[in-house]
């Protein structure tokens, strides 16, 4: 007598391993690019906002630079430490 009943389920063939191993390393390696990808854009996009940022300081020490002398130095003195912060 057949072992295998009327509509019971089939389990799917597997494929060989070395096609696993394969698929395995492809899907890794396109997710490691992905995120690298990603990584490297919030960087430069980082950036570029820090550049937005020290521009817009600087334009308003400049703007502080004849009536507020302390506060255009505080304001400088700020950006430079921004500077040193970011390089370190």
Known sequence: MDNHRAGAPVPPVSPPLTWQLIINTVT???????????????????DAVQDKL????DALADLMHDTHRQDARDLRA???LENRESAG
């Open 78 to 80: 700020a950006v430079g």
């Open 28 to 46: 890794t390696t396109v997710t490691f690019l992905l995120v690298a990808l990603l990584q490297n854009t919030q960087k430069r996009s980082d």
């Open 54 to 57: 020290d521009a817009i300081a």
